[in-house]
């Protein structure tokens, strides 16, 4: 159930009976041969699943993060940190003022993880206030199933290829992880990563996809219940 597909008295109602919201923190940034909105379209359909399963509103995504390293790749368009910290505090503000006072961010991107220092001081300051933060590449769950196939997880290769995130071809085989140097500007990073994977597989076969799916899908479930 999402936000968008409601009005404002349906959000008072549902309110009565229910304190928890879902937000969808992504970025819109190259992701090889994948779709510049991977890191939105991943969470928010854990989101959409979790939904279905739970009653639980979806608030609009964040289509927008933290992402200056790749801004030599056309189609990117990064916020600067200061501006994220400062989106994210207001949205988790003016839902608190509404009565959501159990809120899980499902980030889809890595350099959004600023955030979570700024989450910490919100949540010092609003009494009653709960959040839980899911990045789920990162999740134990996922880990173990790359690890069970002997596949590396790594940005724009199979891990994100699920068959929404696919706008093109993907290539063949494998790509050998490229030697970073250390912390790259955006003209360095493309002369590294080329075609932006950073390397492994391009893809997995769709049962890896489906179980990789299903057990983030469970830990947000986990999540939700704020225990």
Not at 13 to 25: C, G
Not at 61 to 77: I, K, Q, W
Not at 221 to 227: A, G, I, K, V, Y
Request: glycine share 8%; proline share 6%; aromatic share 10%.
């Amino acid at each position: 159930m999402r936000l968008e597909d409601l009005n404002w008295m349906d959000v008072e109602r549902y309110l009565q009976t229910d304190d928890r919201l879902m937000i969808v923190l992504g970025s819109c940034e190259q992701h090889g041969y994948l779709s510049l909105l991977t890191d939105v379209k991943i969470p928010l359909a854990l989101a959409d699943a979790a939904s279905e399963q739970t009653g639980v509103l979806v608030a609009p995504p964040l289509n927008f993060g933290s992402s200056p390293y790749f801004l030599a790749y056309p189609g990117t368009l990064s916020l600067r940190l200061n501006t994220l910290l400062d989106l994210v505090e207001d949205l988790i503000r003016s839902a608190y003022q509404h009565g959501f006072h159990r809120i899980l961010l499902l980030n889809g991107h890595g350099g959004n993880d600023g955030a979570r220092g700024r989450l910490y001081e919100i949540a010092n300051q609003l009494p009653h206030l709960q959040l839980a933060w899911y990045a789920w590449w990162t999740s134990h769950s996922v880990q173990e199933i790359a690890q069970q196939y002997g596949m590396k997880p790594n940005h724009a290769n199979w891990l994100e290829a699920f068959n929404f995130t696919q706008v093109a071809e993907l290539p063949d085989g494998e790509k050998p992880p490229p030697r970073v140097p250390g912390l790259l500007g955006a003209q360095e990073a493309r002369k590294i990563y080329g075609d932006g994977s950073f390397g492994g597989a391009y893809v997995a076969p769709e049962a890896v996809m489906h179980e990789v799916f299903t057990a983030a899908l469970q830990d947000v479930l986990m999540l939700l219940r704020f225990e």
